[in-house]
Structures are given as C-alpha cells and as structure tokens.
C-alpha cells in the first residue's frame, strides 16, 4: 500500500520547510504566502480550495503553523488517512491573533516581527543566517501576515471535528516561541492526539529534519 505525504507550510516560509526532510513529501506552494500573489481572497476557505485536488484516502497531511489550519479544514472535506500538525492550533489562540492586525497593534506585530524576526525566532540563534537565506523574503510579508491575520476564523469546534473524521498526531519542537508547549497541549487536548517531540523551534522540521522524520516515522510506522 502507498501512503502519500502532503505537506502545508505556513507564512512567512515556503515548501522548503520540507525540503530537508529525508522523506519522499509532496510540498506545495502556496499562493500568496510563499509566491508572490495579489491573491484577492485571503479566506481560509480559498486556500482550503486550493489544496483539495492533492488529497485521497491514502494521504497522510501534515500542516505547519497557518498551514496546519488549512489542513484540519481539508480533512473536513476529504477523508485523509492521517493528519499531523506540527506548530500550529486549532481552538480560541485565534481570537487574540485576529487582535494583532488592528491599528496600532500592527505595528508592533507586523512591522516589528513580522517577516525576519519570526523566522529567526523559529530556531536557535546560531541558526538565523540561515534560516534567512533559506527563505527569501516574499515582497510585502508583513502586510501578508496581517491580511492571513484578519481572516483567523476557523470553523468553531475544528479540533473536535477533525479528530472525528481522521486520527491526529502531533509533532512539535519542544523549544517553539511562537507555539509553545501549553498550545501542543490544548491542541492535544481537543483531538485526543498524542504528541511527539522533537529538537528545535518553531521550525523544528528545518532545523532538526533528521529528528523530525523519525518522530513522524513512528507515527506512520515504516
């Protein structure tokens, strides 16, 4: 049997989150987060109906921060056999982001860490050079963090639905900032989900592939 593994990324970063992973993974691009794209919806529903056509009943889907989002709404849609988020959540953490796009907030989230310094806070310090050239910035990404911002409305009782549907697992760097430790938990809480964890930050799947694969290769057995 083929077991297929699609991976979502998240802003500010691109497929090549997944790109170190010594795994056969399919990455896609998403538009307007990693390309440049005056995309005229930024609705998680669009980027839902973006990513549809790559699932089936043999996929496992992981998702990564936004990414991880997106992908418990996908499995929603089509039955996937497995979903792994890693960095991401899925109840009211949602609410206060929406909070951090309005005026003067913005400035202070967006143009003070949006872009470069979320990226470095994603992995250790010795790593922030490369980590930045690892992912070029995508022109206006602070202004693309705060539109994906505004739009933070993911179905009320995602979690619950999406664990109703497909097993969850969940992947995480035990040293992540941005989704620290207490987020895994309640995610984990709400799908029922155990949770593996691994070396590194925020970007735990870049900056510890080797690691990370085998945290997922557990899940999935080989």
């Given at each position: 049997m ?5 991976a ?9 989150l997944?790109?170190r992973l010594?795994?056969?993974?399919e990455?896609?691009?998403l ?13 998680l529903?669009s ?22 989002v ?6 929603l849609r089509?039955?996937v056999?497995r ?9 009211a ?11 003067p ?8 860490y ?5 990226l470095t806070?994603?992995v ?12 070029p ?25 999406a ?7 969940l ?7 941005w989704?620290p ?21 925020h970007?735990c ?5 080797e690691?990370?694969a085998?945290g997922?290769?557990g899940?999935?057995?080989?």
């Amino acid at each position: 049997m083929t077991i297929r593994i699609v991976a979502l990324h998240g802003v500010p970063t691109s497929p090549a989150l997944w790109g170190r992973l010594p795994l056969a993974i399919e990455a896609p691009a998403l538009l307007g987060l990693a390309t440049p794209n005056d995309r005229p919806d930024w609705s998680l529903d669009s980027f839902v109906a973006e990513v549809l056509p790559l699932l089936d009943a043999d996929t496992v889907l992981i998702g990564h921060d936004l990414g991880g989002v997106i992908a418990a709404m996908a499995a929603l849609r089509v039955r996937v056999r497995r979903l792994v988020l890693t960095g991401t959540a899925l109840g009211a953490y949602w609410a206060p982001v929406r909070l951090t796009a309005r005026a003067p907030l913005h400035l202070y989230f967006y143009d003070r860490y949006g872009g470069r310094r979320f990226l470095t806070g994603g992995v250790a310090p010795a790593r922030a050079d490369d980590v930045l050239a690892a992912f070029p910035p995508v022109p206006d990404v602070s202004a693309r963090m705060r539109a994906m911002a505004r739009e933070m409305r993911p179905p009320p009782g995602l979690a619950r639905a999406a664990a109703a549907r497909v097993p969850v697992s969940l992947v995480w760097g035990r040293d992540d900032r941005w989704y620290p430790p207490w987020v895994a938990r309640a995610v984990a809480r709400g799908t029922g989900a155990t949770i593996t964890w691994v070396p590194g930050g925020h970007l735990c799947m870049w900056e510890a592939p080797e690691a990370y694969a085998r945290g997922l290769e557990g899940i999935l057995g080989r």
